[in-house]
């Protein structure tokens, strides 16, 4: 985060403004450590930036534990529904490809079903 941190203050972002949580190990627990410590009021615009294959997961956790954010997200992994029907240059980028589906679909599965959020399908 410290690497975040330093590139937006070299793009012009005010440092008092950069708010970092750094303690949370899960998606869920940086909802909870976020809010926490930012104490969001209401009217204020806090923007989620996470990878787009992340963001539903996020969104969900924050959601469940009160903190209305806008989703920002970033580092896109796909060209939209056009490339569904590219093959992949490899048979290794095609087995990543689902390994981050497969990873972010039982995120929602688990947190779903574990109670830790309310939507299995959070929509931005």
């Not at 899960?26 to 996470?50: D, F, H, M, R, Y």
């Given at each position: 985060?410290?690497?975040a941190?330093?590139?937006?203050?070299m793009?012009?972002?005010?440092?008092?403004?950069?708010e970092?949580?750094?303690?949370?190990?899960?998606?869920?627990?940086?909802?909870?450590?976020?809010?926490?410590?930012?104490?969001?009021?209401?009217?204020?615009?806090?923007?989620?930036?996470?990878?787009?294959?992340?963001?539903?997961?996020?969104?969900?956790?924050?959601?469940?534990?009160?903190?209305?954010?806008?989703?920002y997200?970033v580092?896109?992994?796909?060209?939209?529904?056009?490339?569904?029907?590219?093959?992949?240059?490899?048979?290794?980028?095609?087995?990543?490809?689902?390994?981050?589906?497969?990873?972010?679909?039982?995120?929602?599965?688990?947190?779903?079903?574990?109670?830790?959020?309310?939507?299995?399908?959070?929509?931005?």
């Amino acid at each position: 985060s410290q690497v975040a941190r330093d590139i937006l203050v070299m793009l012009g972002v005010p440092a008092q403004r950069i708010e970092m949580e750094e303690r949370s190990r899960t998606t869920c627990e940086n909802a909870i450590e976020s809010k926490a410590a930012v104490q969001p009021k209401p009217g204020e615009l806090w923007l989620l930036v996470t990878s787009a294959s992340h963001m539903p997961r996020a969104m969900a956790c924050f959601r469940a534990v009160g903190f209305p954010v806008a989703a920002y997200p970033v580092d896109y992994r796909t060209r939209g529904t056009a490339g569904l029907w590219r093959p992949t240059g490899s048979v290794a980028a095609g087995l990543s490809a689902a390994d981050l589906a497969a990873h972010e679909w039982l995120g929602l599965l688990t947190y779903w079903s574990t109670g830790k959020t309310a939507e299995l399908f959070p929509e931005p």
